[in-house]
């Protein structure tokens, strides 16, 4: 006899409860093929239930081809079943998480960037329970103010359904993109107009729109040395030769001995990426002498500046620095513009949020509207609403006044706790400026008798993450003593309990 196990439920009426167990049977092999199922008035009365809820089940099964009838002798399940094709059960590949790349063998051939992607290392591992983790990108999503984010979404999304349709505007919502214009013309220094900004889902995009289109194979970036990683594997995978133009206290060196110009006079360069209002990742802030030696060999060289902008909106001590697109764009003179400005709300927001946006000179507006639309056609409309009167009616700068304080607080504390930790080994060295939601410290560790590696490695064991600065170099330094330290995502409680820990590693290596 068939077991089945029905129950009261409105939602899931009788007959369909059958349907879904007898399939279930057959596509696991409870029932194999060819195998003679009870008759729908023997299985009635054992379910206790009418024969025309037992029919209605068989008849759907049969109609979907999952049984057959044969005249006089009964019902029976199809030799050859229309999900016998289908995976049933998960592979061992994608068991508890894990993932391993399948052989050469079982890969159709891929292109030359499938290729190149596929050397990458794109994911992050997964964070594990109870770990206090220094990673830089982490805002503090528990002082978000989602009771007033989620009124948006609500008010936006009941007034009229245009947000559940496609729409006719690849570089966004007019209204974000004024709002945008504005909010970035008095916070940031930038000159544009709204029919200038391109809406995308993040840095990521940005990045990858340009290098998509402004790049072809073995075309030359340079970079800042240390760097943004995702920024180089992005060029990476379009081919590009990244040149390391190396950073100092005053942001990338242009001029000087082994910078920029000097560099690319041997290797000239069509793009140039640079963090110039806290360089990632030493916090540097660029000299207004080099931002405009940066934009005279742009001008003397054609080649395009890519200014990420990424957390410059928390500063803790002086004067905000504008943008450089803000110089570029001063005289008015759009023409010759050579900056591409890039922003974001995934740290002034949320990172799931997913929306940022790019500053384009004029001519290029066209082309990034096209390959956007190729892209992912829009970014999600009902968020760019929301978002528009995020900013309109002043919740972001609220947010961000708020932020700057509390994030201004836990930096003082990672700083008093750092010193502290390290007092007995030796000095530590804050590096860059006071900004952002991450700093640079260069800890004793010949003291201990560590490298970089052994700290991290040994933190983590405590459940600290800990992150070197070597990763951060194309051509990493023979000796590293320099770590990050994002704070945002932490308070202060966690932060001087993950120094402590720190400090309780180096005290073991002393000891030992």
């Not at 998960?90 to 790349?101: D, L, N």
Request: aromatic fraction near 8%; proline fraction near 7%.
């Amino acid at each position: 006899m068939l077991t089945l196990d029905l129950r009261c439920d409105k939602k899931r009426p009788l007959h369909r409860q059958i349907y879904e167990q007898v399939r279930t049977a057959i596509l696991t092999g409870r029932l194999r093929a060819g195998q003679k199922l009870p008759a729908s008035r023997q299985l009635a009365q054992s379910l206790g239930v009418s024969r025309s809820t037992v029919t209605q089940s068989y008849d759907q099964l049969i109609g979907e081809g999952y049984l057959h009838t044969q005249t006089g002798s009964g019902t029976f399940v199809c030799a050859e079943i229309p999900d016998n094709l289908l995976m049933t059960a998960p592979s061992p590949r994608f068991q508890q998480g894990c993932f391993t790349m399948p052989t050469e063998e079982a890969l159709p051939p891929l292109s030359a960037y499938a290729q190149r992607i596929r050397a990458l290392e794109l994911l992050p591992t997964a964070p594990k329970q109870g770990l206090i983790s220094f990673r830089y990108w982490r805002p503090d999503l528990s002082l978000f103010p989602i009771h007033q984010w989620q009124q948006l979404i609500k008010r936006h999304s009941q007034d009229n359904t245009n947000w559940m349709t496609y729409s006719r505007m690849p570089t966004g919502h007019p209204r974000l993109r004024e709002e945008i214009a504005t909010y970035i013309g008095q916070a940031r220094g930038v000159h544009c107009s709204p029919e200038q900004i391109v809406v995308t889902q993040g840095t990521q995009q940005a990045l990858g729109l340009i290098a998509q289109l402004l790049l072809e194979p073995n075309d030359t970036v340079a970079l800042e040395e240390p760097g943004y990683l995702s920024a180089r594997k992005i060029f990476l995978s379009r081919a590009a030769r990244l040149l390391p133009i190396p950073v100092d206290g005053e942001g990338l060196i242009v001029r000087a001995a082994n910078g920029l110009v000097e560099q690319t006079h041997r290797q000239p360069a069509k793009l140039v990426y640079v963090t110039p209002s806290h360089q990632f990742p030493t916090g540097a802030v660029m000299s207004l002498q080099r931002r405009l030696a940066l934009l005279q060999w742009a001008q003397e060289t054609r080649s395009i500046i890519i200014e990420d902008d990424y957390d410059s909106e928390f500063r803790y001590a002086g004067r905000p620095v504008p943008a450089l697109q803000g110089l570029d764009s001063a005289s008015g003179n759009l023409t010759n513009a050579r900056v591409l400005y890039i922003g974001t709300f995934s740290k002034v927001m949320f990172p799931g949020l997913r929306l940022g946006y790019l500053v384009l000179p004029p001519a290029l507006v066209p082309i990034f509207a096209r390959a956007k639309w190729l892209c992912d056609r829009q970014c999600s409309w009902l968020h760019q609403s929301a978002l528009a009167d995020f900013i309109g009616k002043e919740h972001l700068s609220k947010h961000i006044r708020r932020m700057r304080t509390v994030y201004g607080r836990r930096r003082e504390i990672l700083i008093q706790a750092l010193q502290e930790c390290c007092r007995s080994f030796g000095p530590v060295a804050i590096e860059g400026d006071p900004a952002g939601l991450h700093l640079m410290a260069q800890l004793p560790l010949a003291q201990a008798g560590l490298c970089d590696h052994q700290l991290v490695e040994r933190a983590r064991r405590k459940d600290v993450d800990l992150f070197s600065l070597s990763p951060y170099y194309l051509q990493p330094p023979a000796s590293n003593d320099r770590f990050i330290f994002g704070f945002g995502g932490l308070d202060e409680a966690d932060i001087q309990e993950a120094i402590a820990r720190i400090h309780s590693v180096l005290q073991d290596a002393v000891d030992n």
